[in-house]
């Protein structure tokens, strides 16, 4: 496996305990101070505090606060307590035209699995991608170069829903470089 999709699986963290826990809800790094995850089944509200968990180094637990919570798009925003700082953080793809290939990364039976597919076509918001692959929500999708593209939060007519990375960044107040330039016309 090339280094790129090692490091992007560095990215993943979840929120249940890896060393304890077989069923995962992946969390996705976005900055130094935050993450992202699909709203599960799990009753999680803003303003919430919890622990996230690395996947691949069980010894990294770190304690967040749920800054944002949108249901109707289906993700959770999580930003980091106490000043900690992720060592690794995403490369983010600002691209809108579909369609394209993809990565799906995705932990199933405890373990970390690739698949790829193709964005499809994208909403007319231009807040979510739909891919062609079967997946799971909290599954996170990168471009071929391994930049970060969204996670996917639901199935809708047998294809998934990715929320853009750029939605998500548009959510903390920053971005790549903090130029994400989408205003609340985005929305409308």
């Known amino acids: 496996m090339e280094q790129r999709w090692k490091d992007a699986e560095k990215l993943i963290y979840t929120l249940s305990d890896p060393a304890t826990s077989s069923n995962h809800d992946c969390v996705v790094v976005l900055n130094e101070h935050h993450a992202a995850a699909y709203t599960t089944e799990k009753q999680i509200d803003e ?3 919890m ?6 180094d069980k010894n990294i637990e ?3 606060s749920v800054i944002y919570k949108d249901a109707n798009l289906g993700y959770l925003v999580f930003k980091t307590l106490n000043d900690y700082e992720f060592e690794v953080v995403p490369e983010v793809c600002e691209y809108g035209s579909v369609a394209r290939p993809y990565h799906q990364l ?3 039976d405890g373990t970390i699995k690739w698949s790829t597919g193709a964005l ?3 909403d007319k ?3 979510k991608f739909f891919g062609n692959t079967d997946g799971m929500c909290g599954d996170v999708i990168f ?3 391994a930049s970060f593209v969204g996670i996917v939060t639901k199935k809708e007519d047998g294809k998934i829903v990715i929320i853009k990375s750029e939605v998500l960044y548009y959510d903390i107040g920053s971005g790549p470089g903090d130029d994400v330039e989408l205003t609340e016309s985005d929305y409308i």
């Open 51 to 56: 622990a996230i968990y690395n996947y691949l």
């Open 106 to 108: 995705a932990i199933n």
């Open 143 to 145: 471009d071929k170069y």
């Open 125 to 127: 918001y231009h807040l």
């Open 47 to 49: 303003g919430q505090k």
């Open 62 to 64: 770190v304690k967040v």
């Open 120 to 122: 499809v076509k994208t």
